[in-house]
């Protein structure tokens, strides 16, 4: 699987690479230290990495900038007719507030992990977002006031429609918002229902 680094800490950076090749399962195909540069990256590939692992402090950029960056140069591949499935993103920073990790989240990020963090929580962690659930640190986990339930029972998808139905957004604007029809977005919904016992929307605008 390859897999696309931004990061702009080398020393890191080589850490990382040398986890994940070890594996036999991951090739690091790209490296970035800027979002610029992976956006270069990405557009000029034919193929989107099958994961990002994204640093948020890169110089002068805002990593969390990354994200819409990335949804719509997947939108634009295709509607040139690429097959663009958004790859999922786990960012590993050193910011590990409430805050972030949620924006990040909500921003479509499928993942956050401490930099601190060892080699067995990295790959549980990619292992983790590439079979379409969250993972989030034990560590900030540990740490902070975050809801973990919603963020461990749901796949990633699962959690954009929950966060967005608390925005008190339309199955419409739901649909819209991610690019995907109103059945889908009904789909999602029913899912949540069934997972949280649930039978109502204002039900799950209180999780």
Known sequence: MEVLLIDDHPMLNAGIVSILE???????????QSLQEAVNIIEKSDTLPSLIILDLLLGEDNGLDFLPLLKNICYRKKIQG??????????????GDSFKIQTALKLGAAGFL???SGKDELLAAINTILGG?????SELNSKL????????KFTKREVVVINL?????????????MSINQRTVENYISKIYFKTGFSSREEIQKL
């Open 114 to 116: 401490s930099k601190t």
């Open 165 to 177: 139905l608390k925005a008190n957004k339309t199955n419409k604007q739901i649909a819209v918002s």
């Open 145 to 152: 006031n975050i809801n973990t339930t919603l963020y461990a």
């Open 22 to 32: 070890k594996t036999g399962v991951f090739t690091v195909t790209g490296q970035a």
């Open 133 to 137: 659930k969250v993972y989030i640190s």
């Open 82 to 95: 690429v097959s663009a499935d958004q790859p999922p993103v786990l960012v590993c920073s050193a910011l």
